[in-house]
């Protein structure tokens, strides 16, 4: 028979911290994630469909091309193509032909967008607060700074 003797919380080991600041990224990510997904499920909405539909609804009247909002998202065309499907699929987003370079494809709100969208806030609230909570509302303010900043910095764009 084994010792299945617990250690005391004092005692637990955490993992170890790697030097490989995308690993770290990825990690944090995924557990944010995973925390305003959970809260987001009863609207029946993923993270990153929401930070869809408030992207285009930050925009007003002015329509994006694909390739605009997969820019504004910091996300390649492909995998924004992808999670645009089932928006489109529930009627929340709708893909428009642009009259001025028919190539391009122009995506809009719908009114069932938005009210998904509105619905979704106070989820998202939720989420936002407990994290805030957690986190720290000046540590969170300056996390976001710091993330923002990578994200938008061309230093870290595709290189060869």
Request: charge should be positive.
């Amino acid at each position: 028979m084994t010792d299945t003797k617990k250690m005391p919380v004092e005692e637990e080991q955490l993992p170890t911290m790697s030097r490989c600041n995308a690993s770290a990224a990825k990690k944090a990510a995924r557990r944010l994630s995973l925390m305003y997904d959970t809260v987001l499920a009863p609207v029946g909405l993923k993270s990153s469909q929401y930070g869809i539909l408030s992207e285009l609804h930050s925009r007003g009247a002015s329509l994006p091309t694909v390739r605009e909002l997969a820019e504004a998202l910091v996300m390649d065309r492909s995998t924004l193509g992808q999670n645009l499907r089932p928006l489109e699929r529930d009627e929340l987003i709708t893909l428009l032909t642009d009259p001025n370079d028919r190539r391009n494809r122009l995506i809009a709100l719908t009114r069932l967008g938005i009210a998904k969208l509105n619905e979704a806030a106070k989820y998202w609230s939720i989420a936002q607060d407990r994290f805030e909570a957690t986190f720290g509302k000046q540590e969170a303010a300056d996390l976001r700074s710091v993330l923002f900043a990578i994200a938008h910095n061309p230093k870290f764009a595709k290189q060869k």
